[in-house]
C-alpha cells in the first residue's frame, strides 16, 4: 500500500505558506494558490519542512492524506516553476494566431473559434501550429488545454486535429473497393 502522504514535503526558501483552520495558502514569485483541505487532518511546520498527519485509519482518510500532500507540492512546483502544456495542430489550412490575449483557431470550421483563457493562465504561439500553455496551478492548465483539444480532437484516418505534443494517435486503414 502506498504512503505518499507520510512523506515530508521539503519547503524552498523562495516560498511563503500559510496554514489557515481549513486552508493552506502557498505564495511564490508566479503567484498565490490555495487549497483546501479537511479539518480533522493536522498540518504541522517545523524548519522548512511540512508534514500532513491524518486523523484514523479509515480508507478514506488514507487516499485524502496522499492526495493532501501531491496537492500542496503540486501547488509549491507552481509557484516556483509553473507547469506547462504544449499542443500541436496538424491538418491542411489550419492556422493558430493570437488576437490579443485570446486565441484564434482556423481548423476547417466555417468560422474561426475565438478561446479566452482564463486571467492567471498564459498562451503563447512559438510556431504556427503549436499552442503553449502555461501557468502555476497544474490542475487549470490541463483543463484549458483539454478544452482546446476538444474543439477539433485528433481523428484516426487522416490524422487532423489537435493534440497533445507527446500524444500518439493510432491511425487507422480506411475503406477498400474490392475488386469483383
Known amino acids: 500500500m502506498s504512503r505518499v502522504g507520510n512523506n515530508p514535503i521539503n519547503i524552498p526558501q523562495d ?6 483552520d481549513t486552508t493552506i ?5 508566479n503567484g ?6 479537511r479539518s480533522d487532518f493536522d498540518v504541522n511546520m517545523q524548519d522548512n519542512v511540512m ?16 492526495l493532501y500532500r501531491k496537492l500542496v507540492l503540486n501547488m509549491i512546483e507552481g509557484v516556483t516553476e509553473g507547469f506547462q502544456k504544449k499542443l500541436v495542430v496538424s491538418g ?3 492556422q493558430v494566431n493570437m488576437v490579443g490575449k485570446s ?12 478561446f479566452t483563457p482564463p486571467e492567471d493562465i498564459k498562451i503563447e504561439v512559438p510556431e504556427n501550429l503549436q499552442i503553449k500553455i502555461s501557468g502555476a496551478d497544474k490542475q487549470k492548465v490541463g483543463e484549458v488545454a483539454a478544452r482546446i483539444r476538444s474543439i477539433y480532437p485528433p481523428e484516426p484516418y487522416k490524422g487532423k486535429g489537435i493534440k497533445y505534443e507527446d ?6 486503414a480506411g475503406k477498400t ?3 469483383e
Open 167 to 172: 500524444e500518439r494517435v493510432r491511425r487507422k
Open 25 to 29: 495558502t502557498v505564495k511564490g514569485k
Open 103 to 114: 486565441l484564434e483557431l482556423k481548423v476547417g470550421f466555417s468560422h474561426p473559434i475565438v
Open 32 to 37: 498565490t494558490l490555495s487549497q483546501k483541505y
Open 177 to 179: 473497393v474490392g475488386v
Open 51 to 66: 508534514i500532513i498527519e491524518r486523523p484514523d485509519e479509515k480508507k478514506s482518510s488514507k487516499s485524502l492524506h496522499g
Open 92 to 94: 491542411v489550412g489550419f
Open 15 to 20: 516560498v511563503d505558506i500559510k496554514v489557515g
